[in-house]
């Protein structure tokens, strides 16, 4: 098929229907009449602009006959081109929709050129299968082709000629065999016969001389062959006559023995000895033969060739439109609509998911192959998803790949790098799985909402296992330095009863507590300390005052808390779209391929089990409620006994100590700070303090 702009910018004027598939407008593909008039639909309304002809989970076949440019990519064009073509030969399009992988003559349309041509194609196929019905199957095809393959193999049995008239019988074969191999030399021997007839003084010339025989002599004359070859075949004569008996020079005897028996003895029986005409007369039979054979295979080496590339141009014709005929709706709901995508049913899967991922007690439905790990690490991050990478091992295909799957419901606590898991392809085979890579990005607003605590508490677990090891750290330095400076100490101890050692420096002492020093960081804590009462005083009188306070403050911290989360969690959730990995891995995505939250959730299946019946021998033992109670009753009681006691309920209504209400002044104080000077005067010394004596 020629490759045409078969696309106008605008939809034309026929009657499109269109739905809401995965939270984007698509239009839909419902009809034969949908697919005929795809040539009239405006591009930019297709979910895909092309995709990859390998690594799918679809017939590679189907797709390679659809490139027509061969360029490994299925482009909007040649999908339209598909559809023209499909169409036109047959006589009712919405077949098209039963995915059949046969069709009757019926169905077809032989009015048109290609239509009569398949027809013509799948009766020539079934007849060289010896079948006779009026349909014909993808399989009848494959069964086809098979014994076309075979043929192709043993093209030479199939050229094999059979002649009735061999010159003799069985023998014909070595006999020519034998002849060629003589043939130059009789052609010698009578030559030089002629010469001896029109000249006698030429016959020692001519005939093998003493001289060359004798220069040989000396020599082992059995490993002298080659040279005994070179002599005539037999002594010339002017009688110009091969003589049958044995005067053979000796070098061409076996050879000339076997033409005599083959053919000479066949020809003249009793002869003694044969003329050049009665030789020519052998040869020129067997040439003859050789030459009618020659032709006669050409001729059906031709026949054979020309009904093979009649043969081989049915089998593709018919592949391609069985192909198609069974493949091109699938195609078209993964390439213009997505439904397949969108459809949960397990039989449905898209065309580029290709199994499923076991992990963590879930099964991930949306696993991709990867092609491309450089092309995934630069736009897969944009699709929003939590993406697995994985390397994925099988040791009974001896195989390798690298998948990428989608966790769209439930949590993410125990992934990590290097985990193992199990997948299985669309065949059902097994694979060792690892992760090698992961994209974080938000699952759901549940798992939003706990967040926030769950990386909180990750925090002071850490950070409280940091300080304990540091701790632990340090208290082993100061034991190990304390160990040498003892093990020091008692190995320069000095000799009892000697002087100390004036040099020695003196003990380091403590610097003494320097109180203002810590003046400001005991002020500072204490305005935290009464800010945070007050804030607590507050917070207290807030919740007294009506009882569905308390509601509101857990509702108010809760979103202060896990909203930030929660609403981050939400847009990109809104925002998680699978175009991005698709793209990554050869696609041109031109709409968007949303995962919601409620598709999402179809995609991964977590464990559920069933209500548990026997009990648990290993189970911890329980306490009695009644001792939980008895232990909560006390741990509240002691709080609230601190609290109270510490007269920190006074803000909630509940003091321990009652605040003396301030007295007026008294008169008496100001007459006491009136006292005259006098009376102060008049007040007896202290007698000093008696010094002792020295």
């Not at 076949?61 to 047959?90: H, P, Q, Y």
Request: hydrophobic share 45%.
């Amino acid at each position: 098929m020629a490759k045409k702009n078969l696309l106008p910018g605008k939809s034309s004027d026929y009657q499109w229907t269109f739905a809401s598939i995965g939270g984007v407008t698509r239009v839909t593909i419902n009809s034969g009449a949908d697919i005929a008039h795809l040539d009239q639909l405006d591009q930019k309304l297709w979910t895909v602009l092309s995709c990859p002809v390998k690594g799918l989970e679809f017939d590679e076949e189907t797709l390679r006959l659809m490139d027509t440019d061969a360029d490994g990519k299925i482009r909007v064009n040649e999908v339209v081109a598909a559809s023209k073509w499909l169409t036109s030969v047959l006589n009712d399009a919405d077949k098209l929709l039963l995915g059949a992988d046969q069709i009757a003559f019926a169905d077809i349309n032989s009015s048109a050129d290609d239509g009569k041509a398949i027809i013509d194609s799948a009766t020539r196929i079934l007849k060289s299968l010896a079948l006779d019905k009026q349909e014909i199957s993808l399989a009848d095809v494959v069964a086809a082709k098979a014994a076309f393959d075979e043929k192709v193999k043993a093209k030479e049995d199939a050229t094999a000629v059979v002649v009735d008239q061999r010159p003799y019988g069985d023998n014909t074969d070595e006999a020519i065999v034998a002849v060629n191999a003589i043939r130059n030399k009789v052609a010698d021997y009578f030559m030089r016969c002629k010469l001896i007839a029109f000249d006698e003084a030429c016959s020692d010339a001519v005939d093998v001389s003493v001289e060359k025989i004798q220069s040989i002599s000396e020599k082992n004359l059995a490993t002298c062959s080659d040279q005994i070859a070179d002599y005539p075949l037999a002594r010339p004569s002017k009688e110009q006559k091969l003589p049958l008996t044995n005067v053979i020079n000796p070098a061409w005897q076996a050879t000339f023995d076997s033409v005599k028996k083959l053919a000479l003895s066949v020809d003249y029986p009793d002869a003694d000895s044969i003329d050049e005409a009665q030789w020519n007369a052998v040869t020129a039979k067997l040439d003859a033969y050789v030459t009618g054979l020659a032709d006669d295979k050409t001729a059906k080496v031709e026949n054979f060739d020309k009904e093979m590339a009649e043969e081989d141009a049915d089998l593709k014709l018919l592949s391609k439109f069985l192909h198609l005929y069974r493949d091109f709706y699938k195609l078209l709901k993964n390439y213009v609509t997505f439904s397949d995508f969108y459809t949960r049913d397990i039989t449905k899967l898209a065309v580029f998911q290709c199994g499923q991922l076991y992990i963590d007690q879930r099964r991930l439905d949306l696993c991709i192959k990867v092609s491309d790990m450089g092309k995934q690490a630069e736009s897969a991050t944009f699709s929003g998803l939590y993406l697995l990478y994985c390397h994925c091992v099988s040791k009974t295909k001896a195989a390798e790949m690298d998948i990428v799957a989608a966790l769209t419901d439930g949590d993410v606590e125990d992934l990590r790098v290097g985990k193992n898991a199990v997948f299985y392809d669309r065949t059902g085979q097994d694979w060792d799985a690892t992760v090698t890579k992961i994209v974080d990005n938000p699952i759901s607003v549940r798992q939003a909402f706990w967040a926030p605590y769950k990386k909180l508490w990750k925090f002071i677990t850490d950070k409280i296992n940091k300080n304990a090891a540091e701790k632990e750290a340090k208290q082993m330095d100061n034991l190990t330095a304390k160990a040498d400076t003892a093990t020091d100490k008692l190995a320069t101890k000095p000799a009892e009863g000697a002087a100390p050692d004036a040099a020695a420096a003196p003990a380091d002492k403590k610097a003494p507590f320097d109180i203002a020093k810590f003046a400001g960081i005991f002020a500072a804590i204490g305005l935290a300390l009464g800010a945070i009462a007050a804030a607590f005083a507050g917070l207290g009188a807030f919740v007294t005052d009506k009882w569905y306070n308390i509601i509101i403050l857990l509702a108010a911290i809760v979103i202060i808390v896990s909203g930030p989360s929660m609403f981050i969690a939400w847009t990109k959730l809104r925002r998680r779209n699978l175009g991005p990995v698709l793209n990554a891995n050869g696609w041109a995505i031109n709409a968007q391929v949303r995962v919601n939250t409620a598709f999402g959730a179809t995609l991964t299946s977590l464990a559920k089990y069933p209500l548990v019946k026997l009990p648990d021998p290993y189970a911890d033992k329980k306490m009695a409620w009644w001792k939980k109670c008895l232990i909560w009753l006390v741990i509240l009681g002691g709080i609230f006994c601190a609290l109270y006691f510490t007269n920190t309920l006074k803000y909630v209504g509940l003091p321990f100590k009652k605040e003396q209400p301030a007295t007026v002044e008294q008169p008496v104080a100001e007459t006491a700070e009136a006292a005259p000077a006098e009376a102060v005067e008049a007040a007896p010394a202290e007698a000093p303090a008696e010094t002792p004596a020295e």
